[in-house]
């Protein structure tokens, strides 16, 4: 008999609901109202198994304590009958016993205490029946290979007078098994840029980061010729670095972080663990986890959640704090000012040592040079000064905005005293400090020299 591969599925996902009381279904009812799921509910274990005797559910969440049959033993007869299926304890007792049985025997994803939150319920919802999801998906590829394999096994016998004939043929199969494996290894990662995408609709596209990040960390790992399980960490840290932002306010979520008040600037400083936290049940991702635990530490200490100091920092997220505060500068989601890319490394730069790691700091900005495809950042003859550093002569290596964005000289312009006396006075007049991309031709460049 032909062996059946397993399909993606296009329906809804069916999620059962089993609890003794009525209220406690109709409050979960309401708070699934809604959301993407095919919602059943059952009043007790043996409605429950009955309902999965004549319909395929994908997800079961009990409640630990119900009459003749506990939630503990339920989901020990689920995960016997169907091992598939995605199992949570819903508890409102701290009943330890309960809790160990049902990890134990109903290998369950996760339990809930009561009361709960909703958002965390419907995060912890999402995230069961996407993992789900990419575990039947894993399946399907495995099984797919399998059947390859021993279609291949079967070829290989009446090939032998045909070796020359077929070499093509075999090599494009050989490449599709190869192609096969390599979705296998990065559906993770490509779970996780998709997530990080949903995750951004949040944001208003200004304020948007992690395509960002993600392009920003794969340069560097290119560049850098990193191994294929450190940059598969590296960019799904850098796509998820935030997932813990997702339950603030959306006034939070754009506010910059230097403005944030007590009780908001606690919260924010709690959302590497909460990221880490939602992460961490997923084995794949927990390399991923721990650089963005630890990507808002910085380098003398006084960063969080840990005050970790210098290499006690794990060098991933030393790396991941750079990216995410190049990119963040520049959507105003640190500062209140929102700054350009040149105005970013500038300040990234001048915190060397401080916030950053100093042997990190250079090669990251050759880095952005890359990223940005931009050779003046790469060009030793271009300098920033202010616009009392400035001289006649000098030429704008890059367009000169004005903090509300106005543009005031275009890259190439060559400065004289009139324009520099213009560009002090518009300053003062702004309140504003400009930092000004020049190229100083030699002959310049002697003259500042012999005048000094």
């Not at 998820?240 to 959306?250: A, F, R, V």
């Not at 910059?256 to 919260?267: K, Q």
């Not at 970790?308 to 060098?315: D, M, N, Q």
């Amino acid at each position: 008999m032909e062996e059946q591969l397993p399909t993606t599925l296009n329906d809804k996902p069916k999620v059962l609901l089993v609890d003794d009381e009525e209220s406690i279904l109709n409050s979960l009812r309401r708070l699934l109202r809604g959301q993407p799921y095919e919602v059943l509910l059952a009043s007790s274990g043996a409605q429950a198994l009955e309902i999965m005797e004549q319909q395929s559910i994908d997800l079961v969440m009990t409640d630990a304590r119900m009459p003749n049959m506990d939630g503990a033993t339920l989901l020990a007869r689920i995960h016997q009958l169907y091992p598939t299926t995605t199992r949570i304890l819903l508890t409102g007792y701290a009943d330890m016993p309960t809790i160990i049985k049902a990890i134990n025997e109903g290998q369950i994803h996760r339990y809930i205490s009561k009361p709960w939150n909703d958002e965390e319920m419907l995060l912890t919802l999402r995230q069961a029946l996407a993992h789900q999801h990419s575990e039947r998906e894993r399946q399907r590829l495995e099984q797919l290979t399998r059947l390859q394999n021993d279609q291949l096994k079967s070829l290989n016998i009446t090939l032998e007078k045909h070796v020359a004939a077929r070499t093509a043929e075999l090599q494009q199969t050989a490449d599709m098994l190869d192609l096969a494996y390599e979705e296998l290894k990065h559906s993770y990662v490509t779970g996780t840029e998709v997530f990080s995408l949903l995750a951004n609709l949040r944001l208003p596209p200004a304020k948007q980061t992690n395509r960002q990040i993600i392009e920003l960390v794969r340069v560097y790992c290119k560049l850098h010729g990193l191994d294929e399980g450190t940059s598969r960490d590296l960019t799904m840290a850098a796509a998820l670095y935030n997932i813990g932002k997702l339950s603030w306010t959306d006034s939070m979520m754009t506010a910059p972080a230097d403005l944030l008040h007590h009780n908001d600037r606690e919260r924010y400083r709690g959302y590497p663990k909460q990221s880490e936290s939602l992460l961490m049940t997923l084995d794949p991702m927990k390399d991923a986890a721990r650089l963005i635990l630890h990507h808002q530490e910085r380098w003398d200490g006084s960063g969080f959640p840990d005050r970790l100091k210098g290499e006690a920092i794990p060098l991933g997220s030393r790396l991941l704090k750079l990216a995410v505060d190049f990119i963040e500068l520049q959507r105003g989601l640190i500062l209140e000012r929102q700054m350009n890319s040149d105005e970013a490394l500038v300040y990234i730069r001048s915190y060397a040592g401080r916030l950053y790691d100093p042997e990190l700091v250079e090669d990251f900005i050759q880095v952005c040079a890359a990223y940005l495809s931009d050779v003046s950042l790469a060009d030793p003859s271009v300098k920033v000064m202010t616009t009392r550093e400035v001289a006649a002569g000098m030429i704008l290596a890059r367009n000169l905005n004005a903090d509300n964005g106005m543009l005031l000289l275009n890259a190439g312009k060559v400065l004289n005293g009139p324009l520099v006396e213009k560009l002090i006075a518009f300053e003062a007049m702004e309140g504003a400090k400009y930092s000004i991309f020049v190229k100083v031709p030699e002959e310049v460049n002697g003259a500042i020299l012999e005048a000094g």
